[in-house]
């Protein structure tokens, strides 16, 4: 239904008088309520109006101008898109996967039956290993690891030629914040895209933002958080944050 402009007289301390037509609508059809530019907004609908109309008069008081300029803000962040996240999230994804703390890795020595097994990578990046000690895990890939303890039983007198393999028994896990059903801590498995998280999470609440997310993820020691599609693959460590959506 269209709607018929209201306007609205306004005189202050002598100032001539401002008309201000208001023939904007909501969503739902329902008329908008009139500013008064010479008064503090205090509807927040009223304010993200005047902010997109640019209806501010010269004497408008500071705090209806920081208040339409925080909204204003706020919707152009919204209304912004999608942003692409930083070049080292995709850098990582498509690079050899490198070890972190909660990372559970198994690792063989060919005829030593007590050297074989399952090892944890502590809060610290290390992996402790009978005979040799700590070795450091975090950052580095499987095959670096296995050079290392390698090098370590040879360097230490303990095996003539070992042969090691290390391959990740269980990655660390990732974690699912924000608008979701069952936000927490979640396993990871090879494949696990923005989506398929979602989905084990329970699926989007009524209030979210379906468009794009928030990801926290550590690289190498830096901890970086960037605006992803819901196809973007995840990594084992990732903290996904669904927004709620402005509107």
């Known amino acids: 239904m269209r709607q018929t402009p209201v306007r609205h007289t306004v005189k202050k301390h002598g100032n001539p008088q401002v008309k201000i037509a208001c023939p904007i609508s909501d969503s739902r059809g329902e008329s908008l309520p009139a500013i008064n530019p010479n008064k503090p907004i205090k509807s927040s609908r009223t304010a993200a109006r005047a902010a997109m109309l640019g209806n501010v008069s010269p004497v408008a008081n500071s705090r209806s101008f920081f208040a ?3 909204i204003a803000a ?12 930083p070049e080292a999230f995709h850098a990582a994804i498509n690079q050899p996967y490198r070890l972190g703390a909660g990372d559970r890795v198994r690792v063989t020595v060919y005829e030593q039956d007590g050297l074989t097994n399952t090892y944890g990578i502590d809060q610290s990046g290390y992996l402790a290993f009978p005979l040799v000690g700590s070795v450091p895990a ?10 290392a303890l390698a090098a370590r039983l040879r360097d230490g007198g303990y095996l003539r030629d070992p042969d090691v393999t290390v391959e990740v028994d269980r990655y660390r896990p990732i974690f699912v914040m924000g608008e979701v059903t069952s936000a927490g801590q979640y ?4 494949g696990l895209t923005v989506q398929k998280a979602i989905a084990i999470a329970g699926g989007y609440t009524a209030r979210a933002n379906q468009a794009n997310v928030d990801i926290t993820r550590d690289i190498n020691g830096k901890v970086m958080t960037g605006r992803v599609l819901t196809s973007d693959p995840l990594l084992p460590g990732d903290t996904l944050y669904v927004r709620e959506r402005l509107f």
């Open 68 to 70: 339409i300029a925080l």
């Open 74 to 85: 706020s919707v152009a962040a919204g209304c912004s898109g999608y942003r692409p996240a």
């Open 138 to 147: 975090r950052g580095h890939t499987a095959q670096e690891v296995e050079a």
């Open 187 to 190: 396993s990871y498995v090879p």
